[in-house]
């Protein structure tokens, strides 16, 4: 099973701002408007929500996160705590 992160957005440089901020080093994107990651450990995914809310203000761009085949949770201000919360819970290695 992978669990993704996918990244959206409608204005361009957005994602490769981000992304360079969070992983420290140049990135490269085929498509400026979205990036996916799939993650054999769903607890990777974690930092970036965390990164995502903390840094919400200055980007442009909306986060969605699969867990399970097929259904996408999209994250906010709101449910960022509960989800990752959730992932510690049900992914606890």
Known sequence: MFASVNLYSTKTGEIKNF??????EPVYLKDNLYWTKKYNNPIEIVDMIGSFIDNNYKYKIGMW???????????????????????FERFPY
């Open 19 to 24: 992304l360079e901020s969070f992983f420290d």
């Open 65 to 87: 996160v699969s867990l399970d085949p097929g259904i996408l949770i999209n994250i906010t201000d709101y449910n960022a705590d509960l989800i990752i919360k959730y992932m």
